[in-house]
């Protein structure tokens, strides 16, 4: 069965500073999608970056970018000039051929002023 | 604007009590999804659906049923609530009918208490 780790289970940083929030997985699969999800406090999940296992070029999204490892299974995402709205929890999610997501534990997230 | 919608955002209810959790999604999608979250904890997947009158049990196990009647309507229920079953539900969408790897869309949960 596929695992996703996320190893930090709490991060905080300074506004407009760039943090790095780690993510492993484990499949035997080749074919398969990387997401991270962002949960704000009391908002909805929303989904910040994707990145297809077959694509060797790494996601980015304005200030959010991935660090995509396929042989060592590691997803990290980078967010740049961090700002308050970015605290929230961040989910790592592992999606294959079924279909389902399997989501790591999270990791809590505080910008500072 | 097409979106997936959650009824109620808070819950609280008596021990015993039956209670159905309402999920609507306006996307045309083909899968949905039910996690139960504990705050700020990791996400448990307890029923999904890949179409109308498909529905599978997650990783979870729960106490709770699902319908898939119509496409856009994922109701959970429980016949008789716990504490135990105090927790948020995400209610959950992706795909339209033929894509594969497309990312979730959630709703914006339910809180429940049950005293």
């Known amino acids: 069965a596929q695992t996703v780790t996320q190893s930090q289970p709490e991060m905080s940083v300074q506004e407009a500073e760039t943090v790095t929030l780690s993510c492993t997985y484990d499949t035997s699969e080749n074919n398969y999608y990387l997401f991270w999800y962002k949960q704000p406090p009391s908002r909805q999940m929303i989904l910040v970056i994707r990145q297809e296992a077959y694509k060797q070029q790494n996601a980015t999204e304005n200030r959010f970018s991935v660090n995509f490892q396929k042989a060592a299974k590691s997803f990290s995402l980078k967010i740049s000039d961090s700002q308050l709205g970015d605290t929230a929890m961040y989910f790592c999610?592992?999606?294959?051929?079924?279909?389902?997501?399997?989501f790591g534990k999270g990791t809590k997230l505080t910008v500072n002023p | 604007e097409a979106d997936i919608y959650q009824t109620p955002r808070y819950l609280v209810i008596g021990t015993g009590k039956k209670i159905t959790l309402e999920c609507s999604q306006t996307?045309?999608?083909?899968?949905m999804y039910w996690y139960q979250q504990d705050p700020g904890m990791e996400l448990h997947l307890i029923h999904y659906s890949y179409g109308v009158n498909s529905t599978e049990k997650g990783d979870l196990s729960s106490e709770s049923t699902v319908s898939r009647i119509r496409t856009e309507h994922f109701p959970l229920t429980l016949e008789s609530a716990r504490p135990s079953h105090t927790s948020q539900y995400l209610c959950?969408?992706?795909?339209?009918?033929?894509?594969?790897?497309?990312?979730?869309?959630f709703g914006n949960g339910t809180r429940l208490t049950v005293t």
């Open positions: 959950a969408s992706s795909g339209g009918p033929g894509t594969v790897y497309s990312p979730l869309h």
């Open positions: 999610a592992f999606q294959d051929g079924s279909e389902k997501l399997v």
């Open positions: 996307m045309g999608h083909d899968k």
